[in-house]
């Protein structure tokens, strides 16, 4: 059974750092690409990083680019997200996400996610 | 860049009622179209991928249909389970759309 559980979210002031993780087991961890999506309070879903399932390949939405950034340990089965220069716009639950198919360089759609983590800005 | 707008916002319905809940994308995206359902204090699920393949496991009341800009979720009969919140999404860059509500009438 896929399982995948987030974990570092907290309340963080405007400004601050915080390194979110993902703890992924029942597949092939290194063989499917790994994404991370946020939700809003109230608001709907906002996917903001991708990685490849080497890690080589790193995507990420105009919002967070040059402040976050997306890293995997495949040793681990663990993705992680990285995210810096906080703001109060970045409050959000941020869940992990498993691409459909096995191999794809790029994910297509998430096929599990983990319960999610929540990170809170404010000063 | 390649937005989805999801029509309507919320649509009243009741138990055993058809839900057709429609995705329209500003350009042409063949069917490059997930859709997503979301229950309060729970991750998504996702339902269909490719426009119109089942996700395992869910249920035949749930079908997708369309290609290129014009997409649909329909839901056969509602069930109880299925008041939600649906959002559709491109495979290409991974955007949602901003989600269509069923709730119960």
């Known amino acids: 059974e896929v399982q995948l559980a987030e974990s570092g979210g907290g309340l963080e002031q405007p400004g601050t750092s915080l390194r979110l993780s993902c703890a992924a087991s029942g597949f092939n961890f290194g063989n499917f690409a790994m994404s991370w999506v946020r939700q809003a309070p109230g608001k709907g879903l906002e996917w903001i990083s991708s990685?490849?399932?080497?890690?080589?390949?790193?995507y990420y939405a105009n919002s967070v680019k040059g402040r976050f950034t997306v890293s995997r340990d495949n040793s681990k089965n663990i993705l992680y997200l990285q995210l810096s220069s906080l703001r109060a716009e970045d409050t959000a639950v941020y869940y992990c996400?498993?691409?459909?198919?096995?191999?794809?360089?790029?994910?297509?759609?998430?096929?599990?996610w983990g319960q999610g983590t929540l990170v809170t800005v404010s000063s | 860049e390649i937005l989805l707008t999801q029509s309507p916002a919320t649509l009243s319905l009741s138990p055993g009622e058809r839900a057709t809940l429609s995705c329209r994308a500003s350009?042409?995206?063949?069917?490059?179209l997930a859709w997503y359902q979301q229950k309060p204090g729970q991750a998504p699920r996702l339902l269909i991928y490719d426009a119109s393949n089942r996700a395992a496991g869910v249920p035949a009341r749930f079908s997708g249909s369309g290609s290129g800009a014009d997409f649909t979720l329909t839901i056969s009969s509602l069930e109880p389970e299925d008041f939600a919140v649906y959002y559709c999404?491109?495979?290409?860059?991974?955007?949602f759309g901003g989600g269509t509500r069923v709730e119960i009438k």
């Open positions: 350009r042409s995206i063949a069917t490059y």
């Open positions: 999404q491109h495979r290409s860059n991974w955007l």
């Open positions: 996400a498993k691409t459909l198919a096995p191999g794809t360089p790029r994910p297509t759609f998430f096929d599990s």
């Open positions: 990685s490849s399932g080497s890690g080589a390949g790193t």
